[in-house]
């Protein structure tokens, strides 16, 4: 079982950064693909960038690829996602998910666990 726990939204100006935190219990995280995704007001929850359990490989969205970072600490049982040059169309509640199979790290239902997510709103 992991707990997942998501923390760093809040109201940015466009042009703006935040920086996305999750933290994991469980001493068997590094083990666990993990996965960030959003979900804006009537839409489905969407891809938005993952990272290998050991952090050396990442995936991106192609609407956030040279945007936003993701990355990881094991030792602190934590990812992070750094977001940089935020527009309004990054307003969503992000998710932080954790992946134990080798399956496809797009797809929201591969996932295993799930933590509450964070509001992240971009004005214009």
């Known amino acids: 079982q992991v707990q997942l726990v998501e923390s760093g939204g809040g109201l940015v100006p466009a042009g703006g950064s935040l920086r996305l935190s999750c933290a994991a219990n469980?001493?068997?995280?590094?083990?666990?693909?993990a996965g960030w995704f959003r979900q804006a007001p009537g839409n489905e929850r969407e891809f938005v960038a993952a990272?290998?359990?050991?952090?050396?490989?990442?995936y991106y969205a192609e609407s956030v690829k040279g945007r936003f970072t993701i990355s990881r600490d094991n030792d602190k049982n934590t990812v992070y996602l750094q977001m940089n040059s935020l527009k309004p169309d990054d307003t969503a509640v992000y998710y932080c998910a954790a992946q134990a199979g080798y399956v496809n790290y797009a797809v929201a239902k591969e996932y295993n666990y799930w933590g509450q997510g964070t509001r992240v709103t971009v004005s214009s």
């Open positions: 990272i290998s359990a050991s952090g050396g490989i990442t």
């Open positions: 469980g001493r068997t995280f590094n083990r666990y693909r």
